[in-house]
């Protein structure tokens, strides 16, 4: 009885100790469509030394896709959206395509045969989950 007791003992305090842990943090990058009409989403980060963007996801309405899943490494990150009428775009210039695409480099799009759209800047900071909600008022 007392090996079983010694048991039970240790398991509790193994559970305490973990729940005392610092979590590791778990940090995706989501977007939710809440419009009536499905949107297509592009992202933009830096990854290494190097700016990166990626598309298309396309979202329909209701839903949330991640993009970029795990611990987001940046403090910033981009994107752009659009669907038949509404458009979230800023001042952050990156390449993209009509079709899936991820390319590396955000300079010389044109001259590399891409399309060049201005991407919104969000700080997610030290967000251990971020999510973008796509409204008609955005």
Known sequence: MGRIHAGWLFAAVM???GL??????RADLKFCN?????VDVAVGYKSGDQWVSEGWWGI???ICKTPIRGALQKPYYYYYA???DLTWSGDYVF???QDEFTIKGADNCKARGYEVEGFKEVHVGEDIDHTIDLT???
């Open 15 to 17: 559970l305490v100790v």
């Open 82 to 84: 659009d669907s038949d």
């Open 136 to 138: 008609e008022g955005n």
């Open 20 to 25: 005392a842990l610092p979590k590791t943090a």
């Open 95 to 97: 390449c993209t395509s």
């Open 60 to 62: 329909e309405p209701g």
């Open 34 to 38: 809440k419009t009536s009409k499905k």
